[in-house]
């Protein structure tokens, strides 16, 4: 089958590793490309948990399928930002294919599924025997092997603690010794299944009954949820030492070109953190839009990691959040208190909750508004501003809810309204 294929054009693909260095030669065609093109505004997407570079391709392919039509007479360029992250198959992206093993639910759902290992050992490169150990007691289940399988999934993640890490200033002592993977590994998955059959209401695959089972669903979850922090880690050094210097060349050698930053799930903290790597002089990003962020909404206030980045942007930075999202309403919040809050559920979603899933808080003159306002009246010019997008990020199944559903000409008019990039 031939690779997916992006249409709008001009398009370009960088692609960054795990240290955040760049592809050079297709960092350094987009740069001269630009300026051959007299590409005027450059809109660039970070894609968040994708399991390789076809699923990355679709999803750019599609999200960018609007803009022409949306700004006819723009002098538009588009790239993809590609970076090595996974995502779980059972994790539906609205419109997409299903994955073999999702469409054939044979067997016991907490098993992986082929595709998911091989993601796995895509993303973690030399891990293959953890890897293989954790397939194998995800597919006997046996009832003494809990803790052995909290101790390979606590290796496989590799948990430390560094500033791109973090979110905010509390979260660098609270995931300094990350609870979640040195506590009772029991106790830890039976509150993921809870809170899994909580979320899936009647579908049947994830309400199983008490026992080994559900102890065992509960695992498969606590698996995902390690992959999640070691991407989200990840997601910032990609952004501060890879994508913000790359910019900055950017800025240097093709001054004219306005850029816009788009990023989805983890690509939000990605492009967020870039922020925080572009050189002081640079003043070419001129907005950036965050789909579904999957990082603290405190990440821009006082508290935050990202403390004053704002203002690196020459315009609007927009964060767009969903209710209906439920990988970040209610696994993310809970994920992160078992990693070192020992607080109580009752202010969970505050605490630790994501920008994804209500905006950017705590930070002074930002703006909250519905995504009918903004289509209607504009995007603000500057500043932070939260759009409450649950008008069209509303579909998907659990585990994760509407969280990719992200692909709507709505979205991609709130990133040309955010850029002024008119027709």
């Known amino acids: 089958m031939a690779a997916p294929e992006v249409h709008v054009r001009p398009y370009w693909e960088m692609t960054f590793d795990a240290g955040g260095d760049p592809d050079p030669g297709q960092r350094d065609a987009l740069l001269r490309g630009v300026r051959e093109r007299g590409v005027r505004d450059l809109v660039l997407l970070a894609h968040g948990w994708n399991n390789d570079h076809d699923t990355a391709t679709r999803l750019c392919d599609r999200f ?12 538009l360029g588009y790239a993809g930002v590609l970076w090595p992250s996974m995502r779980f198959t059972d994790e539906r992206i609205p419109d997409f294919a299903p994955a073999a093993a999702v469409a054939d639910p044979a067997g016991p759902r907490s098993a992986l599924d082929r595709e998911t290992r091989q993601a796995l050992d895509t993303v973690f490169p030399g891990q293959g025997p953890v890897i293989d150990r954790l397939a194998a007691i995800l597919d006997e289940r046996p009832p ?7 101790s390979l999934v606590r290796q496989l993640a590799g948990v430390r603690t560094d500033g791109i890490a973090a979110d905010t200033v509390p979260e660098l002592s609270a995931h300094s010794a990350l609870a979640m993977f040195r506590t009772d590994t029991r106790n830890i998955c039976m509150e993921f299944a809870d809170t899994l059959a909580e979320t899936a209401g009647d579908i049947a695959a994830f309400r199983l009954p008490d026992g080994l089972s559900k102890v065992w669903n509960g695992a498969h979850e606590l698996l995902r949820q390690a992959t999640y922090f070691a991407m989200k880690r990840r997601a910032g050094t990609v952004g501060q030492k890879g994508l913000g210097p790359a910019l900055g060349r950017l800025a240097a050698e093709a001054p004219e070109v306005r850029v816009h930053l788009v990023g989805h799930s983890f690509g939000a903290r990605l492009v967020s953190f870039a922020l925080a790597g572009l050189p002081g002089t640079a003043r ?8 579904q962020g999957a990082f603290s909404h405190y990440s821009f206030a006082r508290r935050g990691a990202l403390n004053g980045r704002q203002a690196r942007v020459d315009g609007p930075l927009v964060g767009c959040y969903s209710r209906f999202d439920t990988a970040l309403g209610v696994l993310y919040p809970l994920a992160s208190r078992l990693a070192g809050d020992d607080r109580g559920v009752i202010d969970l979603g505050l605490r630790w909750g994501a920008l994804g899933h209500d905006g950017i808080l705590e930070v002074n003159g930002s703006v909250r508004t519905s995504l009918a306002e903004v289509l209607g009246s504009g995007v603000p010019g500057s500043g932070c501003v939260s759009v409450d997008a649950s008008q069209v990020v509303r579909d998907g199944p659990p585990p994760s809810g509407a969280h990719s559903d992200i692909c709507h000409p709505e979205l991609a008019r709130v990133v040309l309204g955010a850029g002024r990039i008119t027709p």
Do not use: I, M, Q, R
């Open 64 to 75: 960018f399928a609007p803009f022409p039509s949306l700004a006819p007479g723009a002098h």
């Open 144 to 150: 003494d092997a809990l803790d052995e399988f909290g």
């Open 284 to 291: 070419n990003v001129k907005s950036v839009t965050l789909l």
